[in-house]
């Protein structure tokens, strides 16, 4: 007799970020193909900024799935708004286990020329948001008996490869990289602070790039663009092992599927798809976890 699968989150509750369009939203369906009930967060319900995709669309997705998922409005910039997410997010959804910080809009301007207000906000997006989540969390996933945040990384916090190309000489990266290198080692720090209390903290980058609402005015048409599946299913991986067997980790999208032996599924979990493949580009820095 065949017994069906447990979903791995069956009975978790997840808050993603940023869940209106792109990763926020890819990950937000891969956790709820998963069992999980899913709070959505971004700055509206229905419409948005100045770009494709919405937080009702996310939801539709999530529910033509299967699947479960609760919007919530909140202008993460407004820290009133920013501080009062995660207890909402428990509020409406009993609890919480999982917090994905992937929300941010990247700005990208040489040091030379970029106004401090930029300079500002990449901080926010980056550094001060992704700690003000996790010290609003924290409490609320304890009280659960354990917990697991993934953080948003990017492959720029590696340095530029010599002789430096044309991105690294004039693609104004510089802040956001560095705002996400300290966002890597951010995550390493409660990853020990709160391993005690079985709450994981890790990190997920793209290998390469995704192409992704937010981030299609940066990357060329020609450039070759890895699925966002991949990072999805990684992500997924954050969020279930114990923080004894998996915490402290600063993955990679196409490198960490590799290293960990995980099978990859579509965002509804339920096509397998072909194992990553590394591209020559992809940077010589990054280290293989299997964690």
């Given amino acids: 007799m065949h017994h069906p699968r447990t979903p791995k989150l069956a009975g978790k509750v997840a808050l993603v970020t940023g869940a209106s369009r792109g990763i926020g939203r890819a990950i937000a369906q891969r956790l709820a193909a998963e069992g999980a009930t899913v709070v959505v967060a971004a700055r509206s319900l229905e419409h948005s900024a100045n770009m494709s995709g919405t937080l009702a669309e996310t939801v539709a997705l999530i529910e033509q799935a299967g699947g479960r998922a609760i919007p919530l409005a909140a202008d993460l910039c407004n ?60 409490p609320l996933m304890r009280q659960r008996g354990a917990g697991w945040i993934v953080n948003l990384g990017s492959v720029t916090a590696l340095p530029p490869l010599k002789p430096y190309d044309d991105f690294a000489r004039a693609g104004g990266i510089s802040v956001y990289a560095a705002a996400k290198a300290a966002l890597a080692r951010f995550t390493q720090g409660p990853a ?63 490198h960490f599927p590799l290293s960990a032996g995980l099978t990859v599924h579509s965002l509804d979990g339920r096509d397998i798809l072909p194992a990553p493949v590394l591209p020559p580009y992809a940077h010589p820095g990054i280290e293989a976890v299997s964690g």
Avoid: W
């Fill in 192 to 254: 020990a602070e709160l391993e005690a209390d079985d709450i994981a903290v890790n990190l997920v980058a793209p290998s390469t790039a995704i192409l992704t609402p937010g981030a299609a005015r940066y990357i060329p048409d020609d450039y070759p663009t890895e699925r966002v599946e991949y990072l999805a299913e990684t992500a997924l991986a954050l969020c279930h092992l114990p923080a004894s067997e998996r915490t402290g980790l600063l993955t990679h999208s196409l």
């Fill in 79 to 138: 820290a009133a708004e920013r501080d009062a997410l995660p207890a909402r997010a428990a509020q409406v959804a009993g609890g919480l286990d999982i917090l994905v910080n992937n929300a941010g809009v990247a700005d990208y301007s040489r040091v030379e020329d970029m106004p401090l207000e930029v300079y500002e906000r990449t901080l926010d997006h980056y550094l001060r948001i992704p700690f003000a989540l996790c010290k609003a969390s924290i």
